[in-house]
């Protein structure tokens, strides 16, 4: 696409729209970069774009004679795409892309891409660090935290692209077609964004909607949304199971993860060997396994990747272990699904840390999955007395709230006895609280760490 001449407006000053925003600059576009936030700062948004990249800042609001210079408008994932705003401008004709669909047709190589409601990080970096082993250049972007449209300034036609793709990202898509797709799993997630689970699953689903025939969409075949999806689809299909043999796939057989090929079964290696706890992290062993099998790796490349992978920072993240009392930070646990998993790896009597900002959610399975092992709940955050609620309704009331997490931290620890764990697992945003789950799991590890 020729950039010359085209006004874009980059809706968001975050890493994805002034990665946009860089991305154009270098295209020769115009920018107007906009954020509705009249007090975000002008100056501190142009300082974060190359020395002499021209671009306007809009706050606030964006006037008609503003509109009507426009040829493209590019959404940051975190701008909902039924803002009143929003509607006005797709209204006008102007196409509505997110950032996604701007690097991908800029960028050069292949993508691989991974969604999926819970594990998406995991499976992303370990796919990653396994394309690193055995290929020249390779980029791990998108929800993971690094701007896409960033890494596409730097791509040669070698570049094999690794992207973590968000429900958020995939609803502004419009060509995005991966040579492999995987999509872990889907279970309620956002619904105060997509409004229904019907359209959750719709955007999804869009990761393999512009892939072609010689393409491949790799699915868990444990989840009953996927398996309906997959016999729907023109696309190569690889399957990947955590309980049962598959007849071509990735799967696990008591303790060995297995691949069921054309010419054969071949051990990938045992899950005696990995670094990675809970079945849900099989799970994603096996989907990255699964995607690198699709695009050519054989077994023998990755498997030292999978011996050596460590967990990702912020999902069952082992902190330290203080007078018998062993800390683990899930603060990626942002939904009851994901902290499900997080329960389930736990193996001492546990005390929980959960809580936070209201997406919408319903607490109840959540609550059954503590199967025993939990001997304290610690709720903080907007959502505290919802599952406090939901608890009691299970019959739980080991119940304790507490104003901050440096106080539930405290309770946690005044509470816990040797041969205990305590986990921050919150099954919430950490919005309202905290910036993002990062910066959650960072002050509980510091809170942990500051222990006597």
């Known amino acids: ?177 991966p040579k492999v797709s995987a999509i872990l799993n889907i279970t309620p997630d956002h619904l105060n964004r997509h409004h229904t689970m019907e359209e959750y699953i719709r955007v999804k689903e869009l990761i393999a909607a512009h892939q072609g025939p010689e393409d491949t969409c790799v699915l868990n075949y444990e989840d009953e949304i996927l398996r309906d999806f997959g016999g729907k689809l023109s696309v190569k299909v690889l399957w990947f199971s955590s309980r049962h043999v598959l007849a071509r796939g990735v799967y696990l057989e008591g303790d060995m993860i297995r691949y069921a090929s054309e010419t054969g079964i071949t051990d990938i290696c045992s ?46 993240e082992y902190v330290t272990e203080k007078h018998g009392v062993v800390y683990y930070n899930d603060s990626k646990g942002t939904n009851p699904d994901a902290a499900i998993k997080g329960i389930q790896a736990m193996e001492r009597p546990t005390l929980l840390i959960g809580g936070g900002y209201d997406k919408n959610s319903s607490y109840e399975e959540w609550i059954r999955a503590f199967d025993g092992k939990v001997k304290y709940l610690v709720l903080i955050g907007q959502t505290r007395e919802k599952i406090a609620e939901a608890a009691r309704s299970c019959g739980f009331y080991n119940i304790l709230f507490a104003e901050s997490l440096e106080e539930a931290v405290a309770i946690c620890a005044s509470r816990a006895e040797e041969g205990d764990a305590v986990l921050l697992s919150p099954a919430c945003a950490s919005w309202g609280m905290f910036p993002n789950y990062e910066v959650r799991g960072r002050q509980f590890k510091e809170l942990v760490h500051r222990l006597p």
């Open 271 to 316: 899950v005696k060997e990995v670094n990675l706890l809970g079945v849900h992290n099989y799970e994603n062993i096996m989907a990255a396994a699964a995607a690198a099998l699709a695009y050519g790796v054989t077994v023998e490349e990755m498997r030292p990747v999978l011996r050596a992978f460590q967990a990702v920072e912020h999902r069952i």
């Open 1 to 177: 696409m020729e950039w010359t001449g085209e006004t874009v407006l980059v809706f968001g000053t975050g890493i994805s729209g002034i990665g946009a925003a860089r991305l154009l600059l270098g295209l020769h576009a115009e920018v107007v970069l906009f954020d509705e936030n009249t007090a975000a700062d002008t100056k501190e948004v142009l300082a974060k774009l190359p020395q002499g990249g021209k671009a306007k800042v809009l706050l606030g609001e964006i006037s008609d004679e503003e509109a009507e210079r426009l040829t493209l408008v590019v959404l940051s994932p975190g701008v909902p795409c039924d803002l009143p705003l929003v509607n006005r401008l797709r209204e006008k004709g102007l196409p509505i892309w997110g950032e996604v669909e701007l690097a991908f047709r800029c960028g050069k190589g292949d993508v691989l891409a991974v969604t999926g409601t819970n594990g998406k990080t995991t499976t992303t970096s370990l796919l990653g660090e396994i394309m690193k082993h055995v290929r020249e250049e390779v980029h791990v972007v998108g929800n993971i935290g690094f701007s896409y449209t960033e890494a596409v300034q730097h791509m040669t036609e070698k570049a094999v692209t690794v992207a973590e793709i968000s429900s958020f990202q995939l609803e502004t898509t419009e060509k995005f077609a």
